[in-house]
């Protein structure tokens, strides 16, 4: 099992930047893929990046990419997501999420049995 607690959140202008951290506890955080999600007040949650278990690949929703990056440094348990040039409709709860799996799965939220509890973005306009 991992647990994960979500940090970083606030309130920002449109074209801010922030970076969120997602700090899991464990030994074995290394053999988990890690999801960033975000889910808007009246909206489903959605998928935003995800990263393989060493770090080496990448997956990124359309909307985000050149904007968001997403990075991990096991030797500190940590995944981060590294936004910038946010818009107002950035604007959302973000969570992370860890599964084992790396590959047609990565992007469905159904398929991580692990969450933080989520840290609030907000992008004024």
């Known amino acids: 099992q991992v647990q994960l607690v979500e940090s970083g959140g606030g309130l920002v202008q449109a074209g801010d930047s922030l970076k969120l951290s997602c700090a899991a506890s464990g030994r074995t955080f290394s053999s988990y893929v890690v999801g960033w999600f975000r889910q808007a007040p009246g909206k489903e949650r959605d998928f935003v990046a995800a990263i393989s278990w060493s770090g080496v690949n990448t997956y990124y929703t359309d909307s985000v990419k050149g904007r968001f990056t997403i990075s991990r440094d096991n030797a500190e348990n940590t995944v981060y997501l590294q936004m910038i040039s946010l818009k107002p409709e950035d604007t959302a709860v973000y969570y992370c999420?860890?599964?084992?799996?790396?590959?047609?799965?990565?992007?469905?939220?159904?398929?991580?049995?692990?969450w933080g509890q989520g840290t609030q973005v907000t992008v004024s306009s």
């Open positions: 999420a860890a599964q084992r799996m790396w590959g047609g799965s990565t992007f469905k939220a159904d398929e991580y049995p692990y």
